[in-house]
C-alpha cells in the first residue's frame, strides 16, 4: 500500500506494507531519517539569556533509532528506554543509577511506570511489564504497533495500539478487561499520540478530529467531540487527525488536530468552550491560564485557556521539529531536531534561555521533574535533567 510520507513542508511517496489504512508519516519522523524539509529550518540568532539555565544531570540509555521514546517520571525515579529494549532508572533529583535491565526485545513506545510496575510496548504490539528490580511479571499482544507508551491507571495498564483502538489489562497478570476501538478513516496520520487518565476517565484523540472520553473502569463511551471536520476534495487534504495527546485539568480537556483546531471542552459531558484554527503535529500544553500550541510550521503559540483568544506567536523557530511545550512556572520549554531546549517567556514567547544537550533531535516532549526543572531524552540516547533558576 501507499504511505505518504510528511517531512516539515515537504510530502514524498514512498512504499510502505502497511495493514488497515494509509497513514500519513507524522512530523517527528522528519528529524528520524525522512527527507530534509523543503525549507531550509531557521538558523538559531543569539539570545541574551534572561535566567540561568543547566544541566543538573545527565544520564544515557539506547538510541531511539526512527521510533520516539517516551521517558515517565514516578515519584522521585526517572525511567526510560532504548529501542533495543535496554530501560534504565534514575533518580529524579541527582541522576543516581535506580537500576537496569533489558527488557528481551525492542521498545517502540518509551515507558509508563507505577511504584510497582514498569510497562513498555513493542513494535509488534506486545506490552511488557515488569518489576522496578527488571523482573518480567507479564506479557499480552495487542493488535497492532503501540507506539506510545501505555498508561498506568491503579489496577488497570491502559495501550494506546497502532490502529486506534484503546486496551485495557489488569496489571498484576495482563488479562484484557476491556477494548475500545472505532473505524477509521481511509487516510490517517501515523501518531505517537498516547491517552490521558484523569480521575478515571481515559481521554484520547482520534483520526477525523475526535477528542472521546471513556470509563477508565470498563471502556465504555462517556462523550465523543469535535475537535476538527475533514475539509477538503482530496483524501490528503480530508486528513484532521489528532496525533498527540490531550491536555486535561479539573474543568477541561483540550487537543488539537493537523490540518485543524484547537479546541476546548467541558471535561465532565463533553460540551464545547471554544475552537480556533491552527495546524500541530506535536501538540498542545497547559497551565493554570494558558494553552501553548506547537503547529505544523514549528510556531509556539499560547491561547488564552478560557477564551481561545491568541496571546503571542513564536515563529522563530521554523521548520526546526519543534516539540510540544511544556508550561514550567513563568516559562515554556520545548526541544528541537538539533538537541536544543530552548526557554521562552510565559508571558510574550520572547526567548529566556537556551542550552544544547547532545546534538541529535528532541523528539518526545520535555517532562517536569518538579517546579524548576525538566527531562529531555534525545535521539542518541542522552538524558538531560535541565535546571532553571
Not at 157 to 172: E, K, N
Not at 205 to 223: E, H, K, Q, Y
Not at 336 to 345: A, E, N, R, T
Request: aromatic share 8%; glycine share 12%; charged share 15%.
Amino acid at each position: 500500500m501507499m504511505r505518504i510520507a510528511i517531512a516539515g513542508f515537504l510530502m514524498l511517496a514512498t512504499l510502505g506494507a502497511l495493514g488497515g489504512c494509509n497513514t500519513i508519516k507524522s512530523a517527528y519522523d522528519s528529524w528520524f531519517g525522512a527527507p530534509a524539509p523543503s525549507a531550509k529550518p531557521a538558523a538559531l540568532t543569539p539570545i541574551t539569556s534572561q535566567v540561568k539555565i543547566r544541566v543538573a544531570w545527565q544520564g544515557a540509555v539506547g538510541a531511539a533509532g526512527k521510533t520516539v521514546l517516551f521517558p515517565a517520571v514516578n515519584g522521585n525515579t526517572v525511567w526510560v528506554a532504548g529501542a533495543n529494549g535496554e530501560v534504565a532508572g534514575f533518580n529524579a533529583a541527582n541522576g543516581t543509577s535506580i537500576g537496569r535491565f533489558a527488557a528481551g526485545q525492542a521498545i517502540a513506545s518509551g515507558v509508563a511506570a507505577s511504584a510497582t510496575v514498569i510497562a513498555v510496548g513493542t513494535p509488534r504490539g506486545e506490552i511488557l511489564a515488569f518489576s522496578r528490580a527488571g523482573k518480567a511479571l507479564w506479557k499480552t499482544q495487542a493488535p497492532g504497533e503501540t507506539l506510545a507508551p501505555p498508561v498506568i491507571d491503579g489496577e488497570r495498564v491502559i495501550a494506546r495500539v497502532g490502529d486506534g483502538a484503546i486496551h485495557a489489562y489488569d496489571v498484576a497478570s495482563g488479562k484484557r478487561l476491556w477494548v475500545y476501538q472505532r473505524s477509521a478513516p481511509a487516510l490517517s496520520v501515523r501518531s505517537y499520540a498516547g491517552v490521558v487518565v484523569n480521575r478515571g476517565t481515559v481521554y484520547a484523540g482520534f483520526p477525523g478530529g475526535r477528542l472521546i472520553a471513556l470509563s477508565s473502569a470498563n471502556g465504555s463511551v462517556l462523550w465523543d467531540s469535535v475537535v476538527a471536520l475533514p475539509k477538503g476534495t482530496t483524501e490528503l487534504e480530508r486528513v484532521a487527525d489528532i496525533t498527540s495527546p490531550p491536555v486535561v485539568d479539573e474543568n477541561r480537556a483540550c487537543a488539537v488536530a493537523y490540518q485543524g483546531r484547537a479546541a476546548c471542552f467541558d471535561a465532565t459531558r463533553g460540551a464545547s468552550i471554544w475552537a480556533r484554527d491552527i495546524s500541530s503535529f506535536s501538540g498542545l500544553g497547559a497551565d493554570t491560564r494558558n494553552i501553548y500550541v506547537t503547529d505544523d510550521k514549528s510556531a509556539v503559540s499560547a491561547l488564552d485557556k478560557t477564551t481561545g483568544g491568541s496571546l503571542w506567536k513564536q515563529d522563530k523557530l521554523f521548520g526546526r521539529g519543534i516539540t510540544r511545550p511544556l508550561a514550567l512556572g513563568r516559562f515554556v520549554a520545548v526541544g528541537d531536531y538539533q538537541g536544543f531546549v530552548h526557554l521562552l517567556s510565559r508571558d510574550d514567547g520572547s526567548f529566556v534561555g537556551r542550552i544544547a544537550t547532545d546534538g541529535s533531535a528532541i523528539a518526545a516532549a520535555p517532562v517536569a521533574l518538579d517546579l524548576s526543572s525538566f527531562l529531555v531524552q534525545t535521539r542518541n540516547g542522552g538524558v538531560f535533567a535541565i535546571a532553571v533558576e
